[in-house]
C-alpha cells in the first residue's frame, strides 16, 4: 500500500454535524466525510484491491467506495486528520496478513506432567468417596 498516493485519492466532503455547539452549529459544517474508491485506486495492488474488497465487504457501497465520517471535534481541519488516521488504520488491519500456525507435539515430559496430574486429582477425587465395605 502506498499511503500518500491513497491519501491524493481521498475525496472529502464537509457536512453539518449535529449535537454541541449551540447556534454556532447552524451555521458550520464541521463533520468530514470521506470516501475512497478501492477499485480505482492506484495506491494498492490488485491482490490488495482483492483482499479489502473482501474483507471490508459490509462496509464498501455497491460502487466499491469506502464511505467513513468523523465529527468527534467542533473544528472541520480536526475531524479531517482524524477521519484520515481512522482510514489507515482500517486499511493497514485488513491489509495484514498474519502467519501460519506450525504445528508442534508437546514434549515427552509434558505428557508425562499432564498424567500425573491426572493421576494426582482422580486419586484425590476417589479418597474423598465413602470407602466400600
Do not use: W
Not at 21 to 37: I, T
Not at 86 to 111: C, H
Request: contains cysteine; glycine residues 4%.
Amino acid at each position: 500500500m502506498n499511503t500518500s498516493v491513497v491519501i491524493n485519492e481521498l475525496k472529502f466532503k464537509a457536512i453539518r454535524s449535529s449535537g454541541a455547539g449551540g447556534q454556532h452549529v447552524n451555521k458550520v459544517s464541521s463533520k468530514v466525510e470521506l470516501a475512497l474508491d478501492i477499485r480505482i485506486s492506484e495506491g494498492f495492488t490488485d491482490d490488495e484491491k482483492l483482499r479489502l474488497s473482501q474483507k471490508l465487504s459490509s462496509r464498501l457501497t455497491k460502487s466499491g467506495v469506502l464511505l467513513l465520517q468523523c465529527s468527534d471535534s467542533r473544528n472541520q481541519h480536526r475531524n479531517k486528520e482524524l477521519v484520515i488516521k481512522r482510514l489507515l488504520k482500517i486499511l493497514k488491519a485488513n491489509l495484514y496478513i498474519s502467519k501460519k500456525r506450525k504445528q508442534t507435539k508437546p514434549s515427552r515430559a509434558a505428557i508425562k506432567k499432564r498424567l500425573d496430574s491426572k493421576k494426582k486429582h482422580s486419586l484425590k477425587k476417589a479418597n474423598r468417596k465413602k470407602p466400600s465395605l
